[in-house]
């Protein structure tokens, strides 16, 4: 059995990610946090998320009341903003927790990147260099060796794993770049609301086109360009892709589906459509990615959907932390 704390649990990816790991069998919760200012402290985790009333009877404590020592912590989630995880990870490491961090903090290497798109300067550039992207159906090798797992952005998942197979299998036109067009619900913006992603204002419109953090994310991982266009939906939970690539010539309906067969045979967090394409009806609430595709004269239209919250975040964590410990990969999860 293994000794978890889950920092920022009161947020709607933490929230997840006490939901599954409360029902793992390998799994003991020890503690659940938020920031020492908030309003949460002392609250039951069921008095914020009411959905889980009789299920989960956990208390909020402050993170600034905590001590380590002889505590027998194994694994720390992290479901908080990129800022505070940047500080948080190197104390757990140093500590000797495995971490597995949901936020942007440990997830490129080009350091760079953290300047212009994040606007922070990083500090702990020994620590990025080690931490691995978990990207769970293709890191498999590295994440059962990791200290730190940086899981991807809700965005970055889907888009990668819809391009991977065919950017792996070269079958791509490499003069033509892929267009990615996004739509996400209003969750991905997390539980704390702003003016822009009130759900009153948000009808559906493009974001961040060219700007958003996601867009060097996936280029680093992927390892070609792309242009990278989200939207903001009125709905709560779910992320929907349309990409549009050029095939080289010759490729066939059954040749793009024999591909992703071949990578995602054995992926249970992955389902391939043959005959429909994937909605957000179809993964919401759900932890898989499902893939289809069509073409048309050389042309493949990709469309992946996840649940943002889920294969997006929590659920993905979850299956890193699996492979990680060599339990079962969907354990707590399917
Ligand atoms: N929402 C999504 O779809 C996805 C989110 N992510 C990433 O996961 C992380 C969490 O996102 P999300 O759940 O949406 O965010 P939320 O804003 O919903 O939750 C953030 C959580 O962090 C807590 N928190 C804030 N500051 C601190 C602190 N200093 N110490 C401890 N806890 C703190 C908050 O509680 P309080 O403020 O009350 O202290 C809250 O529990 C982010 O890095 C996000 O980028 C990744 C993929 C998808
Ligand atoms: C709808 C919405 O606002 N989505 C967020 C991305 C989701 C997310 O949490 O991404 P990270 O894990 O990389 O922070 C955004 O566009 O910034």
Not at 255 to 273: G, S, W
Request: proline share 4%.
């Amino acid at each position: 059995m293994l000794n978890v704390l889950i920092v920022g649990a009161s947020g709607y990816a933490g929230a997840e990610l006490v939901n599954y790991m409360h029902r793992h069998r390998f799994a003991n919760i020890k503690k659940i946090f938020v920031s020492k200012n908030s309003l949460d402290i002392g609250k039951m985790f069921s008095d914020v998320h009411h959905q889980f009333t009789d299920m989960i009877h956990l208390r909020f404590e402050s993170i600034s009341d905590f001590n380590l020592v002889d505590q027998d912590i194994n694994v720390v989630f992290l479901a908080t903003d990129h800022n505070v995880s940047h500080d948080m990870v190197p104390f757990f490491l140093s500590s000797g927790c495995i971490v597995f961090d949901l936020s942007a903090a440990y997830r490129v290497r080009d350091c760079k990147i953290y300047t212009d798109y994040y606007r922070f300067i990083h500090k702990y550039k020994k620590i990025l260099e080690k931490s691995v992207y978990g990207l769970a159906e293709w890191k498999e090798k590295e994440i059962k060796k990791a200290s730190l797992v940086s899981v991807p952005g809700c965005y970055a998942t889907c888009v990668q794993l819809a391009l991977r197979p065919l950017v792996e299998e070269k079958i791509l036109c490499s003069q033509n770049i892929p267009i990615i067009n996004a739509i996400s619900g209003v969750s991905g913006a997390g539980r704390k609301s702003n003016i822009t992603n009130s759900f009153c204002q948000v009808s559906l419109q493009p974001y961040n086109i060219f700007t958003h953090r996601h867009t060097p994310e996936i280029i680093e991982h992927l390892g070609i360009p792309v242009i990278f266009i989200p939207h903001l939906g009125a709905f709560y939970r779910g992320i929907i892709t349309t990409i549009t690539c050029k095939l080289k010539d010759n490729i066939q309906e059954v040749d793009v589906y024999n591909i992703f067969y071949k990578f995602y045979k054995n992926k249970p967090l992955i389902r391939i459509y043959k005959k429909f394409l994937p909605s957000i009806k179809t993964v919401e609430k759900m932890p898989f990615c499902d893939i289809g595709f069509t073409i048309k004269d050389n042309y493949i239209v990709i469309v992946a959907a996840e649940d943002n919250l889920l294969k997006g975040a929590a659920a993905q964590a979850v299956q890193c932390f699996n492979i990680r410990f060599g339990f079962p990969e969907t354990e707590s999860i399917l």
